[in-house]
């Protein structure tokens, strides 16, 4: 199957530190992946899709200079949370694109908990 | 971004009871996936379906797409308490490879 893990599973850190959270694509390559948050019992926001060598796209909203995003390998984006801020807690969930399987099929990693104190 | 709105957004019922989920947009998408997901977790993959009136049965869950792609609906039948969690829609709309999420539907079974 399709493994996608994230590293570290949950984070505290304080506020106005940065904090990089990693997500890898262990058994296939990825050109393209995904960061979401998500909030206590609400659903997942796509917060800006990362393709393998170029820089990543935001959704509407989403401050690119706060999350910042690197794409070095066909296995391993990460986000970087900068000058975090107590609002900035919150469930953030990679996945990825295993593009050789026809229907766009995206496979997710266990999240990553932040906590700013 | 793609509005995909989910109802009922919370829902009990006791086991062995049927439920239906829904997943509607006034968008049309190129393909649409039910994810499940459990506190503390990632969403994990259920089904996509990819063509308009599909129908996919999963043991005791049976999901449709709507004839236009706008929509889709989740029915399961003789929950278990092991159904228990947040369930997701979520579509890919014509252009571009991302998905955009549902408003979800968080389901307790009770034994």
């Known amino acids: 199957g399709a493994v996608v893990s994230q590293h570290p599973s949950w984070v505290i850190c304080k506020s106005g530190t940065s904090v990089k959270i990693e997500c890898r694509s262990l058994?296939?390559?990825?050109?393209?992946m995904f960061w979401y948050r998500q909030f206590p019992k609400q659903s997942l926001m796509l917060m800006a899709t990362s393709n393998e060598g170029s820089k990543a796209t935001y959704e509407q909203g989403v401050e690119k200079d706060k999350f910042l995003i690197n794409h070095a390998s066909l296995t391993l984006s990460t986000l970087t949370v900068t000058s975090a801020h107590p609002e900035d807690s919150s469930f953030y969930i990679c996945?990825?694109?295993?593009?050789?399987?026809?229907?766009?099929?995206?496979?997710f990693g266990p999240g990553t908990r932040l906590t700013v104190t | 971004t793609q509005l995909l709105e989910q109802s009922p957004q919370f829902l009990s019922i006791q086991e062995g009871e049927n439920l239906t989920v829904y997943c509607n947009s006034s968008s049309v998408f190129s393909s649409l996936q039910w994810y499940r997901q459990e506190p503390g977790e990632g969403p994990v993959l259920l089904v996509t379906?990819?063509?308009?009136?599909e129908v996919k049965k999963l043991k005791r869950l049976t999901f449709q797409f709507g004839d236009a792609r706008k929509d889709s609906s989740l029915h399961i039948t003789a929950a278990q308490p092991g159904d228990t969690g947040l369930y997701l829609c979520a579509g890919a709309p014509n252009t571009g490879n991302q998905f955009y999420f549902g408003t979800g539907t968080s389901l307790t079974v009770i034994p």
């Open positions: 996945s990825a694109d295993r593009t050789s399987v026809p229907g766009y099929e995206q496979y």
């Open positions: 379906v990819v063509t308009g009136g």
């Open positions: 058994d296939f390559q990825a050109t393209t």
